[in-house]
């Protein structure tokens, strides 16, 4: 599985966007971009993924470059509630044993 | 539908002892996978099972085993607890219509 690349750390205000990038320039072509994120103490939940287009679903956006080395995931209108660590990771699906491989992720606190 | 199930969710080992963490899920998934995630790390995979009857390892077996009893139960034992062992477990299914993994709420243990 290709490496990924993310901020340690960011802030963000409460209500506005939060746009997190993931660095991902070893990624082959049939390796997809998958977001999860891990709130304090509990198990990671899955958010997002997408192979080339952009995607949207009820939790958030991926935007994925036309190079698709990088992609970015946003939190349209961030809570509190979103502070969390987030990790982006790529891999093949399908692939033997269909193992996710996360990395240190980007830890982010929502301020009011 | 209660998910990804763990039990238990705390427990505290002396170095020796042995003990069995047990993972069960109802999403009737063939993949299932076992992380563990020392303090600020990421999650790291010890064992996985793509289906029932198959088991292999992943990333960090020493010191492991595991049994996939039947499709819904795969057991994470320890045979001979060591303090590097102390860490917060979780268990994993993964759905093959969307490549989504589903994390059980963990089980926090200590080796003393």
């Known amino acids: 599985d290709a490496k990924t690349t993310q901020p340690t750390s960011m802030d963000c205000a409460e209500g506005r966007a939060a746009n997190l990038p993931c660095n991902h320039s070893?990624?082959?072509?049939?390796?997809?971009v998958y977001w999860y994120r891990q709130i304090h103490s509990q198990g990671p939940q899955y958010i997002i993924h997408?192979?080339?287009n952009n995607e949207t679903n009820e939790m958030a956006s991926l935007i994925i470059t036309e190079d698709r080395k990088s992609s970015t995931l946003i939190l349209p209108h961030a809570t509190l509630r979103d502070t969390a660590v987030y990790y982006c990771?790529?891999?093949?699906?399908?692939?033997?044993?269909?193992?996710?491989?996360f990395g240190g992720g980007t830890r982010v606190l929502v301020k009011p | 539908n209660a998910g990804v199930t763990q039990t238990p969710k705390f427990q505290v080992l002396k170095t020796g002892q042995s003990m069995t963490l047990q993972c069960a899920q109802d999403?009737?998934?063939?993949?299932m996978y076992w992380y563990r995630q020392d303090p600020g790390m990421g999650l790291r995979l010890i064992y996985y099972?793509?289906?029932?009857?198959?088991?292999d390892k992943g990333e960090v077996p020493n010191g492991y085993n595991v049994s996939r009893l039947n499709k819904r139960e795969f057991s994470l034992r320890l045979e001979s607890a060591a303090p590097s062992q102390t860490s917060v477990y979780f268990c994993?299914?993964?759905?093959?219509?969307?490549?989504?993994?589903?994390f059980g709420p963990g089980t926090r243990l200590t080796v003393t």
């Open positions: 997408g192979l080339k």
């Open positions: 999403m009737n998934h063939n993949s």
């Open positions: 994993a299914t993964l759905s093959l219509s969307s490549y989504e993994q589903y």
């Open positions: 990771i790529v891999r093949v699906i399908g692939a033997a044993g269909n193992k996710l491989t």
């Open positions: 099972s793509a289906s029932e009857g198959t088991t």
């Open positions: 070893t990624i082959s072509g049939n390796e997809y």
